[in-house]
Each structure stands twice: as structure tokens, then as C-alpha cells.
């Protein structure tokens, strides 16, 4: 069962590259890992979603090396609108179905 | 424009009511979800349900349940609602495969007093 650690917070200034680091040592051979953004008084948004190397659209992109046991998601050029909390999901697909949230980090985003 | 919806922003209950939170998606999705999201915890699976009728018990389950008699709608069950369940309520729903994108309602704020 995968046990998920990423940093309780971050701040960053407008313009930089962000990336945001989760861990998750024991994922699985059939696991997803995927990445939510949450505003304050919103439901969490889908942003990416990997299972290998590298995945990119039109908002960030999602780093994963051979092992699998951590993923980096890179937001390039942020705004102050990207100031949100992050979550990382990984998925079981085995038999028995499974989510696995991380708890969360909080980026801030400074003028 | 894909949506799930709450049936409340915010609810006040008492100790030892019935509560009972709506969530209706309008993407025909097969998956919906229950989780509830505590500062520094993140969000916890309660239930979650693959198909009507059907459900299954995700982290939390103990002191809910859930009902699930049409595709589009999934309701959360507090028995006799404690303090402790004070939270914020999240649905979600997805299409077939477990790994797809989750969409998730705005949450229902639930104070019990």
C-alpha cells in the first residue's frame, strides 16, 4: 500500500518555475499517480495525471524516474492565481480498488 | 459543461440526527464518491459506489453510510450525527476506468453541535 509524504507548504514569486515533490515509496506496479489543485471553498481540480516518465498539457507537466517512488509536478510560469493546495493521488488499479491522497501542499504565490 | 452538485453549501445539525447529504452528477458517470477533508488530513474516502446499488467502504466508513438507487445521484447518511463529523463533505464522480479524472462537487460545510 502506498503511503504518500509531500511538504506541508511552499511559496514561490510570480514568473518562477514551481516544482512540487511527492513521495510514495511502496506504489504499486499497476498504480496511477495523479495531481489535484484546490482553491479555497472549491472541490479539488484534475490537473495531471502519469504513470512513467513524462506527461505534459497545457498547464503543467508530471516527472516520474524509472523507480516510480516519487513524482514532480512542474507548474512553469506561475501567477498569483496559481496559489492553491496540491494534492497527490495515487490510484490502485489491482483488484482491489484503492486512493491514496497525500495531505496536501500549500502554495503560495508572491508579487 | 460537466457538473456535481451538493444539495447544501452549509448545514447546522445536533447531536444525535439523521443527516443526509445529496450529491447529483450529470455526466453519466459509473464511479461517485464520498470523502470528507479536515485541515492537515487531506481528503478521506468514506464510500465510494462503481454502480447503482452498489458500494464499497473506503478509509473512514464507520458512522455513515450510503445510498445509491440511481446512476446519477449518491447521498451520504450520517445515522446520529456526533460532533466529531463536523467537516467539510466532498462528492466526486468519474467515468469507468478507476484511474479517470474525478470531478468534484463544491462540498457541503457540516457543523454538528
Known amino acids: 500500500l502506498a503511503k504518500i509524504t509531500q511538504p506541508i507548504s511552499m511559496d514561490s514569486y510570480e514568473g518562477q518555475e514551481v516544482n512540487i515533490t511527492c513521495s510514495h515509496n511502496?506504489?504499486?506496479?499497476?498504480?496511477?499517480i495523479t495531481w489535484y489543485q484546490q482553491f479555497p471553498s472549491q472541490g479539488p481540480r484534475f490537473i495531471i495525471q502519469?504513470?512513467?516518465?513524462?506527461v505534459t498539457n497545457e498547464v503543467a507537466s508530471l516527472f516520474i524516474p524509472a523507480d516510480r517512488k516519487s513524482s514532480t509536478l512542474s507548474l512553469p510560469r506561475v501567477s498569483l492565481s496559481d496559489t492553491a493546495v496540491y494534492y497527490c493521488?495515487?490510484?490502485?488499479?489491482?483488484?482491489?480498488?484503492?486512493?491514496?491522497w497525500g495531505a496536501g501542499t500549500k502554495l503560495i504565490i508572491k508579487p | 459543461d460537466v457538473k456535481v452538485t451538493q444539495s447544501s453549501r452549509y448545514l447546522v445539525k445536533r447531536t444525535g440526527e439523521k443527516v443526509f447529504l445529496e450529491c447529483v452528477q450529470d455526466?453519466?458517470?459509473?464511479?461517485m464518491f464520498w470523502y470528507r477533508q479536515d485541515p492537515g488530513l487531506g481528503l478521506r474516502l468514506i464510500y465510494f459506489s462503481y454502480d447503482v446499488k452498489m458500494k464499497e467502504k473506503g478509509d473512514i466508513p464507520e458512522g455513515y453510510s450510503v445510498s445509491r438507487e440511481k446512476k446519477e445521484r449518491f447521498s451520504l447518511i450520517l445515522e446520529s450525527a456526533s460532533t466529531n463529523q463536523t467537516s467539510m463533505y466532498l462528492c466526486a464522480s468519474s467515468g469507468l476506468a478507476g484511474a479517470n479524472e474525478q470531478f468534484f462537487g463544491p462540498g457541503t460545510r457540516l457543523t454538528v453541535l
Open positions: 455526466m453519466d458517470h459509473e464511479n
Open positions: 493521488l495515487v490510484v490502485t488499479m489491482d483488484s482491489n480498488y484503492q486512493l491514496i
Open positions: 511502496n506504489i504499486a506496479t499497476n498504480d496511477y
Open positions: 502519469g504513470y512513467k516518465t513524462k
